[in-house]
């Protein structure tokens, strides 16, 4: 069946450090994949979307890879600061025009 | 409006009880999604419109679960005889041209928190 993971541990860094998640799909073959953050009692927001024959895509302090030989993305903040504190969701295209999201990852970025 | 909106905020009904819950996208988006979210996970697709056409509900959870869009903007997530698993939060999206695949941005509203005692 389809999977997406991402890490369900919070990710706790030290500001200016740079925080890398991940997110782990099987038995998909995207052409595209988006990041998203939530903050508590917000809908997510849009971050970035990567295309499959893009490795990496940078914007402001995000980057992003995409790795369709194994599957995975990796989402890096990096110079890490506590108002990039939130949770980060990863997204595939599914049939049609859903969006399946992974469980998200909690980032706290401590001062 | 500047973004997508959803009303009530929350919500609380007892079991057996109907809800309706709204969502207003931002003016001109064609596509309108509902999500559910649970506690600690990622947002569940529930169903999708392309203007007034509701192409896919494959993520109804059950027939007590109806969704309408009948003039192409304002939608409402109906959910009839409310039970306690349906203590979630309602997420609605939109996007602007209904592009297949995960191509697009999608904007998604606050949210309605339903409990259902």
């Known amino acids: 069946s389809q999977k997406i993971e991402q890490n369900s541990e919070a990710l706790n860094i030290q500001e200016g450090k740079t925080a890398t998640l991940t997110c782990n799909y099987t038995n998909y073959s995207p052409a595209y994949l988006q990041w998203y953050r939530q903050d508590p009692g917000r809908g997510p927001v849009f971050l970035l979307l990567?295309?499959?024959?893009?490795k990496e895509k940078r914007k402001e302090r995000l980057k992003v890879t995409f790795d369709t030989t194994l599957k995975q993305s990796l989402f890096h903040i990096t110079a890490s600061q506590p108002a990039d504190s939130a949770t980060y969701l990863c997204a595939l295209e599914a049939a049609g025009n859903k969006l399946t999201f992974g469980g998200g990852t909690r980032v706290l970025v401590k001062p | 409006g500047a973004g997508v909106s959803q009303s009530p905020r929350y919500k609380v009904a007892k079991r057996g009880q109907d809800v309706a819950l709204r969502c207003d996208p931002i003016s001109g988006h064609v596509s309108l999604f509902w999500y559910q979210q649970a506690l600690g996970q990622g947002p569940e697709f529930l169903t999708y419109f392309q203007n007034e056409a509701q192409l896919d509900k494959s993520g109804l959870p059950s027939d007590r679960f109806f969704a309408e869009r009948p003039e192409g903007s304002v939608s409402t997530l109906k959910i009839q005889r409310t039970q306690q698993e349906d203590s979630a939060v309602y997420l609605c999206?939109?996007?602007?041209?209904?592009?297949?695949?995960?191509?697009?941005?999608?904007?998604f509203g606050p949210g309605t928190r339903l409990l259902v005692l």
């Open positions: 999206a939109s996007s602007l041209a209904g592009l297949a695949g995960g191509k697009e941005t999608q904007y």
């Open positions: 990567i295309r499959e024959n893009e």
